[in-house]
């Protein structure tokens, strides 16, 4: 408020030597005006033609004192006028402020969607206020803008600066609403392609949800394609709206619009190659359909259950409740095992196994049939197909029994494993068999 003060000041103090110029441009204007072309004349006219000159000048110079009088009062009465406004604008923002603080705090609720606070009370009210104070500045601005060029234009010499400032706030104006007319026709070109492109995404979106809710069956087009392939969909036709559109926004083509342009498709091929990288790599691996939610897989040496699976990573939950994540790009490169894809209805299961050693003095037919009822009694573990003994290796002291059995609970494999291994252990034991294997070495020449 005083920096206001101190610039209507200072144009009151400019004000009688401002005036004083054009008082004497006013005064050269009249005299200017009454002045003849000379005539020769003598005498007694000569005489009377000098005397009604001067008479002419008095009241030419009185009327311009008039005139001087009534502008320089008309000017300070704005002025005046003005300081009235903004001390009455100031007065009635403060009480607004004052009444806001009063009575907010019990009016005002908290901005909530859905339980989700947005915004206290206490932060609408300082929005609130802060857009009073804009407001303000704003309204005084406007009239300092008013005030300035109408006292200018009171007198010739500051004329053609009151025509100047008005300028600078006419011209943008006139420019800005003449720019928004022509752009009008444009506008609507782009609001029915906009439209054009929601209902179209609407249509894509309704035939996507059928497809994954398996009322809609395309062969070789599986129910999971559904939500990628929507997405990849919504991306180019919003592409391709974008490149439609772009011809008719407004500046288009301007070399700076051009130039900012191509400098952020720099910036974003430059920035993130990594992350289109793992981008088009989740596309992929989307396609390839290597595992899904639910999932155990084994991806490097981390065997776990998929979790998450978005277009940059893959998470996996170990059976020690660890989350490993994984870099779309990482597992587009490396081998993957699903141990769920042999678990499905139509499958036999997932073949679990178990490899011991047992010495030749021991029957191969009485191993295999310990290692066969070991299995048939651990607990998930299918009974058909029954499980079978592979002889993987027959070494110098003791022949490699391996035992394969089906399970279709994948999530227990860890627990299986552990009866299985008590369940054997428990076979031997019971049929008097000692499970060590002897070690025997040849020793010659002392060594």
């Not at 897989?297 to 998450?308: L, P, W, Y």
Request: aromatic fraction near 12%.
């Amino acid at each position: 408020m005083r920096k206001i003060f101190g610039l209507l000041t200072v144009l009151f103090l400019l004000l009688p030597s401002v005036f004083s110029t054009a008082q004497e441009d006013d005064a050269d204007t009249l005299e200017e005006s009454y002045q003849e072309e000379p005539v020769t004349e003598s005498g007694a006219e000569a005489e009377v033609e000098e005397i009604w000159a001067d008479a002419v000048s008095s009241a030419s110079h009185a009327k311009i004192r008039l005139n001087f009088i009534e502008r320089l009062g008309i000017a300070l009465a704005i002025i005046a006028v003005q300081i009235l406004l903004f001390r009455l604008v100031w007065y009635l923002f403060r009480r607004l402020n004052v009444k806001l603080e009063q009575d907010g705090k019990d009016k005002i609720k908290p901005l909530t969607i859905k339980k989700f606070k947005l915004l206290s009370a206490k932060q609408i009210i300082n929005i609130i206020e802060d857009f009073f104070k804009i407001l303000k500045y704003v309204i005084i601005g406007v009239q300092l803008f008013l005030t300035i060029p109408i006292v200018f234009s009171f007198f010739s010499a500051t004329k053609n600066l009151a025509s100047t400032l008005f300028g600078y706030i006419l011209n943008p104006l006139k420019n800005i609403a003449i720019g928004t007319i022509r752009y009008i026709p444009n506008l609507f070109t782009i609001i029915v392609i906009v439209i054009v492109t929601r209902y179209v995404l609407r249509g894509i979106k309704f035939l996507a949800l059928q497809i994954e809710k398996g009322k809609l069956v395309i062969p070789g087009f599986y129910a999971d394609w559904a939500e990628p392939t929507l997405k990849i969909l919504q991306v180019l036709l919003w592409a391709f709206t974008v490149a439609i559109v772009y011809p008719y926004l407004p500046g288009s083509d301007s070399r700076a619009f051009q130039g900012v342009s191509v400098f952020v498709g720099i910036i974003f091929s430059l920035g993130s190659s990594t992350a289109i990288g793992n981008l088009v790599a989740g596309f992929v691996i989307t396609y390839m359909r290597p595992f899904k939610i639910g999932d155990r897989v084994q991806i490097k040496e981390i065997t776990g259950f998929v979790v998450e699976k978005n277009l940059m990573v893959v998470r996996l939950k170990t059976h020690k409740n660890e989350y490993v994540t994984f870099p779309n790009l990482m597992i587009l490169s490396s081998n993957i095992i699903n141990y769920n894809t042999s678990s499905d209805e139509d499958e036999e299961g997932l073949i679990i196994f178990a490899e011991i050693t047992f010495g030749y003095s021991t029957p191969w037919q009485t191993v295999h049939d310990i290692l066969i009822n070991a299995a048939l009694a651990t607990d998930h573990i299918q009974k058909k197909p029954k499980p079978f003994v592979l002889q993987t290796k027959l070494d110098d002291f003791y022949a490699c029994y391996q035992i394969n059995c089906y399970t279709k609970d994948v999530s227990k494999v860890p627990a299986i494993y552990t009866m299985l291994y008590e369940n054997i252990q428990n076979g031997f034991r019971e049929a008097d068999l000692d499970m060590t294997a002897a070690h025997y070495r040849v020793i010659t020449n002392g060594k």
